[in-house]
């Protein structure tokens, strides 16, 4: 009895241990939520958000023939269907500069509007386009820029009628591509084993190994150009390196998830937010060396795929089945005299 007694209270003292530490690992709460989640009439993925040169009026585009308009700063969104005949298509970008936008997707898709949506009309893509557009970029009135999911780049100075390459080789099949401001891009492959860089006056792609046996999820440029990886097993990496061969120590915002880092986004020079599988988004004041969860958003039925901040003051995170988050913090209370 003596035996099953001790036997008992190092039980006991084993789990009250276990708890403590749970309790000690357990990420802190944000609090205030600074997000509205808004539900659209669809259950297409979104995959992009742009507005006009008037910040009331913008679009989003996503799987299933999706795009939505608003008249409202983002507040509510309508349905704004395109006829495309038979073929179905999956909308993978918006952009606009001004009130001449371009849309993007697959399997072959580019379409182009001068004034701001209200008639788009399909510019026609080459057969031997090397893969499907990936994103599309509006520079300057009549200008811009097409990637394919391939790799290959493009340019077009009259409205879509002519383009010109500007990387002579593709990069190969890849799970995401992103472009800075100043016109770089990073892509990483299909499988996540490596990724590849590319600047303006390049002709081809610079390939490079992944810097830990971790998969690459995703990357992508901050604010002032740094380059950030989101790996497998929900960790991440910074680099100021122009090369991107030099990388911060591993950070993992929340250690033992179960739940992958999705997408990665600046507010501020400082202010980080990371998104992830069913409604995980995370906040980092200090540049990623502490982090707070927003509980309030765990219950949306969603993973959150992309963060998109248009300024420090309006942004958004895309998800699945119609889910739209709008950056709505609480404003700030005015001193009282002394």
Known sequence: MKFLGQTFRRLAIFISLAFLCLGCSRIPDLGANPWTVIRLETDSTFADLAFTDDPQHGWLVGTKETIFETADGGATWQPRPIDLGEEKASFTSVSFNGQEGWIAGKPS???????????????????????????????????????????????????????????????????TIERSSDGRYVAVSARGNFYSTWEPGQVEWTPHNRNSSRRLQKMGYGRDGQLWLLARGGQLQFSADPNAEEWSDVISPQSKSSWGLLDLAFRTPEEVWVAGGSGNLLVSADGGQTWAKDRQLEDVPANLYRILFLDDQRGYVLGQNGILLKYSPAPETPAEPA
């Open 109 to 175: 898709i580019l379409l182009h509007t001068e004034d701001g949506g209200q008639n788009w009309s399909r510019i026609p893509l080459s057969e031997k386009l090397p893969g499907a557009p990936y994103s599309v970029t509006a520079l300057a009135p009549q200008t811009a820029e097409m990637i394919t999911d391939l790799g290959a780049i493009y340019k077009t100075a009259n409205g879509g009628k002519n383009w010109k390459a500007l990387v002579q080789g593709a990069v190969g099949v890849a799970r």
